[in-house]
């Protein structure tokens, strides 16, 4: 171990630090004369088109050169040497991670002469063996997006497969947004993307998506790269998305923009009816982008602003108690004699006494007693030997009504119509989002170059809740949630030799996220509202959460308020050096996370009403009793509390890279690396933080003696190889040979809230509750909470395994590529991946034989309840045919069309969220089955075109009104098709039940109106999101097993498959503008 620690060590202090030229390209060749003799020595120059840069290098011994870093954009090539004509080589264009091969053949003249090269750069990847495509800014400002997402589009390449919204992958984060990124390549997890913006880490460790979120306009082009990458890559083992923002130029150029989208433009969803009102909506986004020389060919500048501005509203339809009912008086709801007794549920009820029970009859349980072994109680103003209604007293509570109670009902609202669903209102949501960058470049000096970039985004978003006021009755998407994110990067370039260049980056990224209720920083809740028990603090005021049976609820939402910080340090260089054959770059890289949260269940106390307490037999309300009612009595059925915590997460991580790409013959490359990473446990700062020791069974605070610091061993000896090879086996062919391997490790997983932080234990942290049987009370509204005493939980644990292995990605490639006539690259690959020590959930508390009636008693451990264990013991598997046809754009004319044939197997998806848990913990290997993300075929289509209209085309051909009217316009769409298997909408109703008694989202049961043959089509339209066609097939019906038992099947079954057509917004028109002035754009 000491000596892997020394070669570590020695790597850091070989280079500054690591990842600094992920963002640029380069530009290699060989240079020959007219007898194809390699020329050492000769001087080959990239000048830049749009600021003047020059940058050079010299050929070596064997006629090779090397120009790295360069930006992306387009360049003028030239080579110069004595006795020698000048070639030049104009319009290269070098995307994001590319490697152009630029081959010159000098003739014999004088170096004052000059000859041309015509022709573009080849499309052909001759340099490496990375799987991946380039999405261009053309691209990226011209095809349909909604939202204006830049990285939605790498759903355009081959291996890339939705990641569905819901309760298994990608569902949402407790803390912010869409959990587990949107996108799963190659089979690896949706969390496992790696976002870079500018040469800098740029995701967020919350919900694995982007952390800022730059304009379209502000995005100069992206690459995602989606297999066996160069070993500058580290972090994670899913796709590489590397953007890059906009300079400024030695031309002011700008844009302006704005769309708008609202009722009247949208279509109506799927299931409202044509004589219903459509629902509020409005939104803008508007936008002004400006960019120009601050010092011309020395400084630029490039600035861009964007705004959205939504108001909407959400029809809220729910059930609140008459103005009647809130005093007591539920005479209007007493229905006749319960007809639900009998063998067949048929027959009129009776109590004990022979008394007749009355549908919603409200019984008084001070007069409970037994009778015959059975539970009886009198009705409020019934007749207590007859059981029959007392005209002008029946159903009416005539008194001793809980005062807390009382108030807490004078909260609701009048109702609006008559019936169930008798409250009805459309709350208003607004969203508002400000986001600006600023990129400044200079060119200190001809070998010195700088760069700094600064972006923030403030979001606003705002959903009233059900009821106004302190009665609030949402969820945790109402109320406030503002989102304020911040990034600044800096980066350094010196060309120290024609062979020897250092690249450096500084980087800063912050996310911080609120959640909570409209009232809140006010002093709530008043004296007449406050539940008994509850502590006042005032960073969680509110008011405690009143939950009934038939009725909506009262009360602050949980996990509210919700406070999340995450933020994270950077600093990467990368040394390139170039000898020979052999192009170099080594470079180590240090990031430093934080996590911080404050996202409490229960804060302010929850609290639960059935109407047991007011039914004839809390076993058996046949109909009877009324939650309203218990309230008024003060008798909850059950209530938990959370005590507040606050943690503060910390992770380190260092890695180390050596990359050697090997010309080892005029038509072989290789590449061969070795990357080496360590990250420490995740910790807390104040070791605020507890784990379970499983031999002695109990737990163990961080700090401990005789335990691992920071409660975890983590794996130190993380070397992950990369191999690749290009091989073009005929020079006179367009064709190239590529194939290669890579590992790659996994140091970042989702892991937000309490279900999956060590944090969240004792004695940090507990959650007592209060469950009553509708006989003797647990709780009273009188007596509220009992002093919190960690003794009185039966507390779950959130455990780790004190061994914690790095979860590890081995992916291999074999891929061609072709170039045809037109500008077309053919591109056809096989794609595998293999996931070892994935991290994953069990119980390791869990019921080994359910026995309901004494289940807890088997428990391994019986004192606590069921276990979140995280554990390393994940695995899967991905096979996949993938073909691409690439036009780059020529005549106006750009697509690219990709289609992917793959299988996904795993045996649990992302641990973040709602995740499935294994049916038997004790049995993984039953939960080996196809990913939620399977995909089995997919295809999708990209295009754009320039209509041949306006100066300089072929139609109209001339400037002036004409042109400013008519030219410039764009036709561009993006369509797609796919099979997956996975749970849809149609099947979210349905589940299976685990020994833990959990939901688990399983294949369909009958009882989700699934049928053995073909589902009906389901249509879902908007303006924004064009139609998509589905069509759910099923040829095996299967029924949930009973509670406390593990069905027989696997997670997602083959036979039950969603296929689906999307027409993304196509066509779109849109209308550029010049580069050279402030114009208008419009985009339809």
Known sequence: MRKTIGVVVFLISAALVGLAQVDTGSLVGTVKDP??????????????????????????????????????GRYSVSVEAAGFQRAIRNDV???????????????????????????????????????????????????????????????????????????????????????????????????????????IDNNSND??????????????????????????????????????????????????????????????????????????????????????????????LFADYEGTRIHSAQTDIVTVPTQKEVTGDFSDILGGQSMSCGPNSEQPCFDALNRPIFTSEIYNPATTRTVGGSTVRDGFGFDTTTGLPIAGQANIIPGGMSPLGLNYAALYPAVTTPGGGNYIVNALGTHSVDQMDVRGDENVTSKIQLFERFSLSQDQRFQAPVFSGIADGGNYNTGNRPLDTRGFVLGYTHVISSSLVNSARLGFNRVHYISNNPTYGQQYPPSGLQFPGVPNNPSINGLTQFGFSGYHGLGEPLFTPTKSTTQDIQLNDTLSFVHGKHWLKVGPQFRFDQFNLLQIGQPRGNVQFSGQYTAVDPGNQQGSGNAIADMLLGLPVSGRISTVTYFGNRQHSYGAFVEDTYKAAPNLTLDLGLRYDYATPLYEAHNRESNFDYTKGQIIPDGTPGYPKHLANVDKADFAPRIGLSYSPFPSHPLVVRAGYGRFFIFYEIRT????????????????????????????????????????????????????????????????????????????????????????????????????????????????????????????????????????????LYFLSAFTLSKSINDQPEICCNSPWPQNSYNLAAEKGLSDFDNRERWVTSVDYALPVGKGQKFLNRGGVADAVLGGWHLGGIISQETATRPTQALRGCCERIAREAVIWRTPAPACGLTSTIFRFLWVTSAMRGRTFSRVQGRKARTCPPASTSASTSRFVSSFAQSSLTPSTMPSFLSPITSSQMDPVLRA
Request: charged letters at 15%; aromatic letters at 8%; glycine letters at 10%.
């Open 207 to 300: 919900n694995g998506d982007l952390a800022i979120l730059s304009s379209v306009d502000a995005i100069a082009e992206f690459k995602i790269q989606t297999s066996n990458y160069s070993a500058e890559f580290g972090r994670s083992g899913g796709a590489v998305i590397n953007a890059t923002t906009k300079s400024g130029t030695n031309q002011f150029h700008g844009s302006a923009w704005e769309f708008l989208r609202n009722e009247a433009l949208d279509a109506r969803g799927y299931f409202e009816s044509p004589s219903d009102r459509k629902a509020p909506y409005k939104q803008n986004q508007f936008g002004v982008t400006f960019g120009g020389p601050i010092v011309k060919d020395k400084v630029f």
């Open 753 to 892: 809230g309490d279900p999956l932080q060590i944090d969240y234990n004792l004695p940090f942290f507990f959650e007592p509750s209060f469950q009553g049987d509708g006989l003797t009370p647990a709780l009273t509204l009188a007596n509220g909470f009992p002093p919190l005493d960690p003794s009185q939980a039966l507390s779950g644990v959130t455990s780790q395994d004190w061994r914690l292995h790095t979860g590890v990605y081995d992916q291999w490639n074999l891929n061609l590529e072709y170039q045809l006539p037109g500008n077309i690259l053919i591109s056809p690959a096989y794609v595998g991946t293999k996931g070892t020590h994935l991290q994953s959930l069990v119980d390791r508390n869990q019921i080994p034989t359910p026995q309901p009636t004494f289940d807890q008693s088997l428990r391994p451990y019986p004192q606590y309840a069921g276990f979140t264990s995280i554990v390393n013991h994940g695995n899967s598997t991905y096979h996949a045919f993938q073909l691409k046809a690439e036009k780059r754009t020529s005549h106006g």
């Open 35 to 72: 007898s194809g003799a390699v020329l050492p020595g000769v001087t080959v120059t990239a000048a830049s088109a749009d600021t003047s840069v020059a940058t050079s290098a010299k050929t070596e011994v064997d006629g090779n050169y090397v120009i790295t870093p360069l930006k992306i």
């Open 93 to 199: 264009v070098l995307d994001v991670q590319q490697t152009i091969r630029l081959d010159f053949s000098l003739r014999i003249g004088s170096v004052t002469e000059t000859t041309e090269v015509s022709g573009a750069a080849p499309l052909l990847e001759t340099e490496n063996a990375s799987l991946g495509d380039v999405v261009a800014s053309q691209q990226v400002e011209q095809l349909p997006l909604n939202g204006r997402r830049y990285a939605d589009l790498a759903g355009l390449t081959s291996g890339v497969a939705k990641v569905i919204e819901g309760p298994v992958n990608g569902g949402s984060s407790p803390t912010n947004g869409n959990a587990g990124g949107s996108f799963a390549v190659n089979g690896t997890r949706g969390d496992q993307n790696n976002f870079l913006l500018d040469g």
